[in-house]
């Protein structure tokens, strides 16, 4: 069975800093990773994604994530954070064959502060 | 905007009510998925359609039922509503045949039980 881990409900970090939210993953196989990003009243936005090659994996708005299987973590990274980087988190595997409905993680809430 | 439409935005009934939701997906997009966001069980995998056939089930209640069409809109139905049927219900599309793995996301429907 597929499952993940956001250990941290809640992330706080100053504008300008490096920002990180983790996420460890349980699955069969190789894993498709996925992060998106919910801001308030919106849908899931696409962030980034790991499939294959290279482990650091760059997305949208500056973010990266690097996949280190002997770990099973897919955290999310970025250099120096924005307050409009405050939102909510969710990462989520798939597996590589059969069905390719994701299965999300609980959400880490990013707060960006000035 | 992820090209991927729900309606209505925010419904609000009475328990033992029916429901519908309604999603398109982005153009060209033959796979809808319906996930299901609440507070105590974060964003849930409900069921997946390809092409008008139901290709995965997830955490989806006897009481909740949904179909795509042919013109490949889908429908989420909900019946004998309950207190905790109301979350934000999400609908995803992708197109698996052109290789590409991440899910566009709808705004989603909220929908309160009363």
């Known amino acids: 069975a597929q499952s993940v881990a956001q250990p941290e409900d809640q992330v706080n970090v100053a504008e300008g800093n490096p920002l990180t939210v983790k996420c460890t993953y349980s699955?069969?196989?190789?894993?498709?990773l996925f992060w998106y990003v919910q801001y308030p009243n919106r849908g899931l936005q696409f962030l980034l994604k790991?499939?294959?090659?290279?482990?650091l994996v760059k997305g949208s708005y500056g973010f990266e994530a690097e996949f280190n299987k002997s770990q099973t973590s897919f955290h999310l990274k970025k250099p120096s954070a924005l307050v409009s980087d405050s939102a909510l988190y969710f990462c989520a595997v798939r597996v590589r064959t059969g069905a390719n409905n994701l299965f999300f993680g609980t959400g880490t809430r990013l707060t960006v502060i000035p | 905007d992820s090209g991927v439409t729900q309606t209505p935005k925010h419904l609000i009934t009475a328990t033992g009510q029916r429901v519908t939701l309604r999603c398109s997906p982005r153009?060209?997009?033959?796979?809808v998925y319906w996930y299901q966001q609440s507070l105590d069980q974060g964003l849930q995998f409900l069921i997946q359609y390809y092409n008008g056939e139901e290709r995965a089930k997830g955490n989806i209640l006897e009481r909740f039922s949904a179909q795509q069409f042919p013109d490949l809109h889908s429908e989420l139905n909900l019946s004998s509503l309950e207190l905790g049927d109301s979350a934000l219900y999400f609908c995803a599309s992708s197109d698996p045949g052109t290789g590409s793995d991440e899910q566009f996301f709808g705004p989603g429907t909220r929908l309160t039980v009363l």
């Open positions: 790991y499939i294959t090659g290279d482990n």
């Open positions: 699955v069969s196989g190789n894993p498709y």
């Open positions: 153009s060209g997009d033959l796979s």
